[in-house]
T-cell receptor
């Protein structure tokens, strides 16, 4: 049983550099979500895709953030010109469409970003 | 706007005793309510959800939760706690939009 996978698991970068994270959802899950979790807080929603269409975006997703899901399978989240405030765990989740379990989001292990 | 409150940052309970982790919510329309558990340096693991129907929902690992519409609460419960239940628990809500809004989490410690 393959769950949601995320790569890399850890990323350390210097302020001002660009970083890109990848998320592979559970097979045949049409919906894909990105969240950000800072220490001591619950996850905060960033954006949501249904197939390749980006349907919802949070105000948290500044101009430096961009997410794509070009073929409706894996997704990438890019942060340009990273800032120390971007240090967080970035979580990806997926859910099926038109299925009894459609409302349940299944999360990956996350990518921990540290910006020095 | 939707929101979740978990009023206790920390809950301690002795092994074998019942446990309750509290959650209240605010959302427009019918709520979709969820509980997730997070172990150190791991993602979130789904425990249970309430969408509609019976107010008492049962989930993984012996956990259950009771939906109370009048009190806008969705407390997580387990009749007999295990040391291995020690973890960080998150309550989440969604309304008509797909995004989940999470509480700030409750650290559960089960003492042997």
């Amino acid at each position: 049983d393959t769950g949601v996978s995320q790569n890399p698991r850890h990323k350390i970068t210097k302020r001002g550099q660009n970083v890109t994270f990848r998320c592979d959802p559970i097979s045949e899950h049409n919906r894909l979500y990105w969240y950000r979790q800072t220490l001591g807080q619950g996850p905060e929603f960033l954006t949501y895709f249904q197939n390749e269409a980006q349907l919802e975006k949070s105000r948290l997703l500044s101009d430096r953030f961009s997410a794509e899901r070009p073929k409706g399978s894996f997704s990438t989240l890019e942060i340009q010109r990273t800032e120390q405030g971007d240090s967080a765990m970035y979580l990806c989740a997926s859910s099926p469409l038109g299925h009894p379990d459609t409302d349940t989001q299944y999360f990956g292990p996350g990518t921990r970003l540290t910006v020095l | 706007a939707q929101s979740v409150a978990q009023p206790e940052d920390q809950v301690n309970v002795a092994e074998g005793n019942p446990l309750t982790v509290k959650c209240t919510y605010s959302v427009s329309g019918n709520p979709y309510l969820f509980w997730y558990v997070q172990y150190p340096n791991r993602g979130l693991q789904f425990l249970l959800k309430y969408i509609t129907g019976d107010n008492l929902v049962k989930g993984s690992y012996g956990f259950e939760a009771e939906f109370n519409k009048s009190q806008t609460s969705f407390h997580l419960k387990k009749p007999s706690a295990l040391v291995s239940d020690s973890a960080l628990y998150f309550c989440a809500v969604r309304g008509s939009a797909r995004q989940l809004t999470f509480g700030s989490g409750t650290q559960l410690t089960v003492l042997p």
